[in-house]
């Protein structure tokens, strides 16, 4: 069983940049490839960044490619989000989830563990 708690998500300019974060909570954390995903009302959830069980395999989707960073500390049990040269289509609340496949997986249905979200805000 994993547990997933965001951090760091608040209202921002445009142009300005965020660090998410997603505390994991269980033995298996080293072992699972995860994901940031967004929604915002109307919409399907999205898959905004992907990374594999060892950090070093990552996807983005191509809206935020060049802006955003994901990341991965398992000594630190931590997923990371970095954001930066926000924009206002970027306000949604952002979920990270945990995947026992391992891989980079794009797909929310995939997913086997979700956090709670964590809203960010971009002002124009």
């Known amino acids: 069983q994993v547990q997933l708690v965001e951090s760091g998500g608040r209202l921002v300019q445009a142009g300005g940049s965020l660090r998410l974060s997603c505390a994991a909570s269980?033995?298996?954390?080293?072992?699972?490839?995860m994901g940031w995903f967004r929604h915002t009302p109307g919409k399907e959830r999205e898959f905004v960044a992907g990374?594999?069980?060892?950090?070093?395999?990552?996807n983005y989707a191509d809206s935020v490619k060049g802006r955003f960073t994901i990341s991965k500390d398992n000594a630190k049990n931590t997923l990371y989000l970095q954001m930066n040269s926000l924009k206002p289509e970027d306000t949604a609340v952002y979920y990270c989830?945990?995947?026992?496949?391992?891989?980079?997986?794009?797909?929310?249905?995939?997913?086997?563990?979700w956090g709670q979200g964590t809203q960010v805000t971009v002002s124009s």
């Open positions: 989830a945990g995947t026992s496949r391992g891989g980079v997986i794009l797909t929310a249905g995939s997913y086997n563990y």
């Open positions: 269980g033995r298996t954390f080293n072992n699972y490839g």
């Open positions: 990374v594999n069980w060892s950090g070093l395999i990552t």
